[in-house]
């Protein structure tokens, strides 16, 4: 039999319930150019697959989630960043980064 102690002030004794800690969520958002860039990204990436079906499929996403990004109804996020560009077959960097004239080295911008 289990047999219930309370102190008589009807309290736990000791200090309670530990306070919980809340986490300090770094800012992870994109910036306004950022987002702009993943939109055409997810655009071309559209053009690429041939579909938003398959562009979803490739990145892991839903198709509502992938189409409000790229017609601008969401924000986009760095890990959807990170999955365009692995369905890309480019880095983060390239996929937000800066234009590049054509006649210039992507990774390193001099002239061929």
Do not use: F, H
């Amino acid at each position: 039999m289990l047999t219930v102690v309370r102190s008589p002030s009807g309290e736990q004794e000791g200090e309670g319930a530990p306070a919980r800690r809340r986490r300090s969520i770094p800012c992870l958002s994109l910036t306004p150019t950022q987002r702009k860039r993943l939109r055409a990204a997810l655009r071309n990436l559209r053009s690429a697959y041939g579909s938003w079906s398959c562009v979803a499929e490739v990145m892991g996403l839903s198709v509502v989630a992938v189409e409000s990004i790229a017609n601008g109804r969401a924000p986009g996020s760095p890990a959807t960043a990170q999955r365009a560009a692995k369905a890309a077959g480019v880095t983060v960097e390239q996929l937000l980064g800066g234009l590049v004239a054509a006649d210039r080295c992507p990774s390193c911008g001099r002239s061929g």
